[in-house]
């Protein structure tokens, strides 16, 4: 029903006389599942006249359907805070396809390069989330590299970290008992072979609901205009965590570009080379967007919600369940269960490389006895504001960094008030 009212409304748009194009896109969409009507708008953004056209009948929103944002940065346990809603069995998670814009971006020509700016960039990134959400994986094609042919691909960056593009429809069902229980990351490539996203569109409108992580959006305020759009109801859940642990996360696993910083942290004396710019503006991102969403704008009001990664660390079922009352979506034994495996060593019998964390209260918390004091003292100075707005304490002494009974953590309640 709902998919032929589509295809008509899609008819009617071709039909207005965006000629090549449209029976192009006419073409293409049919030939996918139902959610050719986006391509109506989203394909053809410079014809305004097609555009309004087709924007009204979108303003009717299913408003059951949550589209989630895991909203983070590089080294601020993401992974780990990711597989709680990948373990939803009506979530379609995406682990970071904003991945597939940067590239495509940073490898274009330098004459192209010099000309994109941040908000071409950032627009492109909007675009893609936008597309997603409404489960129009095909619209990666534009960005996966080498190019999809007939919508498979066998580079779709960590595909491995979606649950739903490693079970049916998209991979076929395990017979022979192949996964034997291990996570998706041991067995999915090998088994599930190159990804069909077609299919992969039709498992995402299957689930209902969408979730995307990524660490490529600087501020919250980039996302303003998704927060606005009447076809989402977008939810976002801001990550953040100490950027000293953050940085030391870095050091250990980027080594190769975080050299100085290891000589700094061995001899205790800041090397003139080294590189402050990288953390000086996670520290600022991070704090602007805390600032932005704890003000409360119109834009924002009940869209956002600040989740420090220690708290969730020290206590992860708690966390998750606020997570889960806030995106308004029951949290399933699934999760509880993968919680239970996970975040503690003592019953963990997964030990595994993809393991996101073994124990996360001592993850957390493992920065302390690996950062010399001389970076955590210039870090402190770097990051003062972000540190005191989020509740991390300063420390003043070497002995006050590594004894782990004293917490770095204040107790801090960031719900902003209804
Ligand atoms: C971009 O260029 C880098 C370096 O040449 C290469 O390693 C990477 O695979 C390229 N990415 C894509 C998506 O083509
Ligand atoms: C991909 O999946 C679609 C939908 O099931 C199917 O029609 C198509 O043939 C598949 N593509 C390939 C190359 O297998
Ligand atoms: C810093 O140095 C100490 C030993 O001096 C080492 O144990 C630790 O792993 C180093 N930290 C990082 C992040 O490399
Ligand atoms: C951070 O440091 C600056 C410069 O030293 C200082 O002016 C400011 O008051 C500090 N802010 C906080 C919150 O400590
Ligand atoms: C470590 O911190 C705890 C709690 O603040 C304090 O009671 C204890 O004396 C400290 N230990 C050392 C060795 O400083």
Redesign the pocket.
């Known amino acids: 029903m709902e998919c032929s009212w589509k295809t008509v409304l899609l008819l009617v748009c071709a039909s207005l006389g965006v000629q090549y194009t449209a029976i192009r896109t006419l073409r293409d969409s049919l030939s996918r599942p139902c959610n050719g009507a986006y391509h109506c708008q989203i394909r053809q953004p410079r014809d305004s006249r097609w555009r309004a056209m087709c924007d009204d009948s979108w303003l009717q929103v299913d408003s059951s359907q949550k589209h989630i944002l895991l909203f983070a940065t590089t080294r601020s346990g993401s992974s780990f805070t990711g597989q709680l809603l990948n373990q939803h069995s009506g979530i379609f998670y995406v682990f970071e396809p904003l991945y597939h814009v940067q590239q495509a971006f940073t490898n274009s020509s330098s004459r192209l390069r010099r000309t994109l700016d941040r908000r071409a960039l950032l627009g492109a990134y909007r675009d893609l989330l936008l597309n997603l959400y409404t489960c129009d994986l095909g619209f990666m094609e534009n960005y996966i590299r080498p190019e999809p042919q007939e919508h498979i691909t066998g580079s779709f960056f960590r595909r491995s970290s979606s649950h739903a593009l490693c079970s049916p429809p998209v991979c076929p069902e395990d017979n022979d008992g192949m996964d034997g229980g291990l996570p998706d990351e041991t067995w999915c490539p090998k088994r599930c072979g190159a990804l069909n996203l077609t299919l992969a569109s039709l498992s995402c409108l299957s689930k209902g609901h969408v979730a995307i992580k990524t660490v490529r959006v600087p501020e919250v305020a980039d996302l303003r205009t998704l927060t606005e759009d009447p076809r989402l109801d977008l939810k976002i859940i801001h990550l953040v965590r100490d950027p000293r642990a953050i940085l030391t996360s870095r050091m250990m696993a980027f080594s190769d570009q975080f050299r100085a910083w290891k000589i700094w942290n061995t001899t205790g004396r800041q090397p003139r080379y080294v590189d402050l710019s990288q953390i000086t503006s996670t520290c600022k991102d991070m704090a602007a967007s805390a600032e932005t969403g704890l003000r409360r704008p119109v834009w924002l009001r009940g869209r956002y919600l600040l989740v420090r990664y220690e708290d969730l660390a020290f206590n992860p079922e708690d966390k998750a369940g606020e997570i889960y009352r806030f995106v308004g979506l029951e949290m399933e034994d699934r999760v509880r269960l993968w919680i239970a495996h996970n975040t503690n060593s003592n019953t963990s019998e997964w030990n595994y490389r993809y393991s996101t964390t073994r124990d996360s209260r001592a993850t957390a918390e493992s920065w302390r006895l690996r950062l010399g004091f001389d970076i955590v003292r210039t870090l402190q100075s770097l990051c003062n504001e972000t540190l005191a707005l989020l509740g991390y304490k300063q420390v003043h002494s070497v ?2 960094l590594r ?1 782990l ?2 917490s770095l953590v204040e107790t801090r309640t960031f719900q902003p008030p209804l």
């Open positions: 002995a006050e004894n009974s004293y």
